[in-house]
């Protein structure tokens, strides 16, 4: 069973930085990529960045050379480093991972506000 559980999230002035965190304390057999999707109030759920077990990384347009992915096999964590904050980054961010054979995991999402 995949648990996957999000921190860092919070309120932060335009400009600046969070980190968040995704842990997977379940099973990591069947997972093979882990990444970060957001939802904005009236929007649709969107792709933030991704990143496979073997350490290959996508980052969505709308914030590459802001925010970074990363992981940490040993630790079963994703992160997702975000930098030069604007107010339009605001929403929820939610943690997922990628199952081979099982579909994908969902975290419980973090709220991220950026204030202007």
């Known amino acids: 069973q995949v648990q996957l559980v999000e921190s860092g999230g919070g309120l932060v002035q335009a400009g600046g930085s969070l980190r968040l965190s995704c842990v997977n304390s379940?099973?990591?057999?069947?997972?093979?990529?882990m990444g970060w999707y957001r939802q904005a109030p009236g929007k649709q759920r969107e792709l933030v960045a991704t990143?496979?077990?073997?350490?290959?990384?996508y980052v969505a347009d709308s914030v590459r050379g802001r925010f970074t992915i990363s992981g940490d096999n040993a630790k079963n964590t994703v992160y997702l480093q975000m930098n030069s904050l604007k107010p339009e980054d605001t929403a929820v961010y939610y943690c997922?991972?990628?199952?081979?054979?099982?579909?994908?995991?969902w975290g419980q999402g973090t709220q991220v506000t950026v204030s202007s």
């Open positions: 997922a991972a990628q199952g081979v054979t099982t579909g994908v995991y």
């Open positions: 379940g099973s990591v057999l069947d997972i093979n990529g």
């Open positions: 990143v496979a077990r073997g350490g290959s990384t």
